[in-house]
């Protein structure tokens, strides 16, 4: 089994198993406010942090290259309040021509 | 189950359909990173959740290890067992229906479900259920499409894939910034990320920033 399968299936089933067991939990768990407040932050700093290998880094090193215009008019178009499919569309649009022609 | 209203319908709909769309650029970015088209669709049945989905891929074509992959998807997952704790007393069911909620419940289904219930708790649970079948229905056709899209395309960086990826992420994490402090934190996990890159296996620069966040919320 490779590194591929081993991630779709092993993803697949801790995400089940956090889903069912929210289902099982008992609700007095949630009232912690430190507990809700962490619980908002780490998804920021996750997704912040893969934006940012995505756009700047290449095979464990630092680059910029056609990703980083890609990303400008994604950032341009959220906060012009454009719909999500516009603002990945765009990003694509704008990497492809500066890949393709430059 | 009583009659749906209208406004429920609506809403669960319109989220279905945009939300599944985006399912095509999973699909394709899955492609573009080393996923086999089963895999892709695998992880959008059984796994069911986005921004996880995106984490696995992301990692994965960063060069990161499975085990990095799963850690950051399901650190990203952890909100949906929160979302199940709000749900279970809402839906109260069990058996085969409690397996089938825990599997729709997501960020949409669960935010139209809350949002319907202002009208009836009917109307939540109805929102609940329309939304996460829907969802669950369009995000998984279009993971398909997309899927046997970018295999069909070749070189994904000429059809700015690559770009898809972190414009994604960008456009999941920019909703959730609303306090000046949840914006210090995305640009100071942005700055780790690019930092720890050349040091650290990959993988590790984006769960480490987990630490950050908990950090940040225990200091204030």
Redo the contacts between chains.
Sequence with gaps: MN??????????????A????????P?H??ENP?LQ?????????????????????S????MID??L???SV??IA?FLKA???V???????????I??WL | MSRIDSVTARDSLSVSLTVGAYGVAFGASAVANGFTVVQSCLLSLLTFSGASQFAVVGVIGAGGSAISAIATASLLGVRNGLYGVIMAPRLKVSGLKRIVAAQITIDESTAVSLGAEARSPEAGRHGFWLTGAGVFLFWNLFTLAGALGAQAMGDARAWGLDSAVPAAFLGLVWPRLVSHADRVLAVVSVAFAIAMTPVLPAGLPIIATAFIAIAFGLRR
């Excluded at chain 1, 407040?37 to 880094?57: C, E, G, M, Y």
């Excluded at chain 1, 095979?59 to 630092?62: D, E, F, H, L, P």
């Excluded at chain 1, 603002?87 to 021509?97: D, I, N, Q």
Aim: net charge positive; charged share 5%; no cysteine.
């Design positions: 590194a591929f399968w081993i991630a779709t299936i092993g993803t697949s089933v801790i995400a089940f956090l889903k069912f067991s929210g289902h099982s939990m609700q768990w949630l430190k407040r962490v619980n908002a932050l780490i998804p920021i700093a996750l997704l912040s942090a893969l934006v940012a290998v995505q756009t700047f880094t095979q464990s090193k630092v056609h990703r215009a890609g990303l994604a950032i959220l719909p999500f499919p603002v990945v569309l765009s990003a694509a649009a704008t990497s492809a021509a890949y393709n």
